[in-house]
């Protein structure tokens, strides 16, 4: 048995898509084995390729979906520098 | 600007019939525009040309476009407009942006008839304009900027069929007049390719910093009132236009961090990382 390197409490092992992941009974913490982590990102990417929503067309120099900093509907950097980036030339 | 610049707007504005306190609703540059109750008076920037001919579409067209108080004049060296004060869109509410309203209003801008002799819309004209300024030569994001706009055609804008533009849409171009939205700065309306205003839109969708659901509805409004700038693949058009609103507002945005003496926030470093991608494409 592993032990929670962070609060001592014993890990527990559990399958999550075909991936072993170590979750510490105590504090809930995860443990990954080396490469483990680009796996369960891959699989992640995977399943969003398999289940898209409708996308805007884009162009090819837009930004990932990984890396837009909208908030979706109600942006709450109201006031802040996307409105006014928004509200002005 | 001087201060006799301000106490010059405020005389007309009272000459108008605005009562009450002056006070300053925008100023950069040469550029002044001040408010006296319900009247606003702005002074344009020197060197402006065109104005009567853009003032004079407005008048024009009541319905989308806010009308003048009367006509433009010329003031110690300076053309001065006057206009009803309207109620601009609240920046605290983005639920409350009138996102349809104002794609209605540009798609029936551009099926309006050109009047002859109206100059170029110069949305194009201010992407050169703002890139051929200094930009901070230290920032590093400046390299960046200039990369993608190197890597930008030379011409913008291909001669082609012309419509009417407004040439500088944004959220700061709306105002709620008599009940009803008004798009407001006729400064750089003309004559030209209708895509232009709905580039910054989709620059800020591409960047990620406005959300898919709201670019959606913009474009399906516009499209859905007939608008005339898109047939078929959207980005077929938008897509050197949204490039270059992009690499504006970027540029702006670092001049704006280096005046304010602040990092770039996250939404302005989108923009910078849009340029990084914008200059690694092949040249046009």
């Known amino acids: 048995m592993l032990q929670c390197p962070k609060c001592r409490g014993t890990?527990?092992?559990?399958?999550?898509?075909?991936?072993?992941?170590?979750?510490?009974?105590?504090?809930?913490?995860?443990?990954?084995?080396?490469?483990?982590?680009?796996?369960?990102?891959?699989?992640?990417?995977?399943?969003?390729?398999?289940?898209?929503?409708?996308?805007?067309?884009?162009?090819?120099?837009?930004?990932?979906?990984?890396?837009?900093?909208?908030?979706?509907?109600?942006?709450?950097?109201?006031?802040?520098?996307?409105?006014?980036?928004?509200?002005?030339? | 600007m001087t201060g006799g610049v301000r106490e010059l707007l405020t005389e007309v504005a009272r000459d108008a019939g605005g009562v009450g306190d002056p006070a300053i609703l925008y100023q950069r540059h040469d550029v002044l525009v001040m408010r006296v109750g319900e009247i606003v008076v702005k002074s344009h920037r020197a060197g402006t040309t065109g104005l009567q001919a853009r003032v004079a579409v407005a008048a024009a067209h009541p319905d989308l476009l806010l009308a003048p108080l009367g006509p433009v004049r010329r003031i110690s060296g300076r053309l001065v407009s006057v206009w009803p004060a309207g109620l601009p869109v609240d920046p605290a509410d983005p639920a409350a942006v009138p996102w349809e309203e104002a794609a209605r209003l540009l798609a029936e801008l551009h099926s309006r008839p050109l009047p002859p002799g109206l100059p170029r819309q110069r949305a194009p004209i201010r992407v050169h304009e703002v890139l051929a300024r200094d930009l901070p030569a230290d920032h590093p994001a400046t390299p960046v900027v200039r990369r993608a706009y190197a890597a930008l055609p030379p011409v913008l804008e291909p001669d082609g069929p012309a419509r009417l533009v407004h040439g500088d849409f944004h959220l700061g171009q709306l105002v709620r007049h008599d009940g009803a939205w008004r798009l407001i700065d006729l400064d750089d309306l003309g004559r030209g390719d209708p895509v232009w205003d709905l580039a910054r839109p989709a620059a800020f969708f591409a960047s990620g910093v406005l959300a898919p659901e709201i670019w959606s509805r913009f474009l399906d409004a516009y499209r859905g009132h007939g608008g005339a700038a898109l047939t078929g693949d959207p980005w077929d058009r938008l897509d050197i236009p949204a490039r270059a609103l992009a690499i504006q507002t970027a540029a702006r945005c670092v001049s704006h961090a280096v005046d304010e003496n602040r990092p770039l926030d996250e939404y302005e470093t989108a923009l910078i990382d849009t340029c990084d991608r914008i200059g690694s494409l092949a040249p046009c």
């Open chain 1, 11 to 89: 890990m527990r092992t559990f399958d999550r898509n075909g991936v072993h992941i170590e979750q510490c009974e105590m504090c809930r913490g995860i443990f990954l084995d080396y490469g483990e982590l680009e796996t369960l990102a891959r699989i992640e990417s995977q399943w969003r390729q398999a289940t898209p929503p409708p996308p805007a067309a884009a162009p090819g120099w837009a930004a990932p979906p990984a890396q837009q900093v909208v908030h979706h509907h109600h942006p709450r950097h109201h006031g802040g520098s996307l409105f006014g980036m928004l509200f002005s030339t």
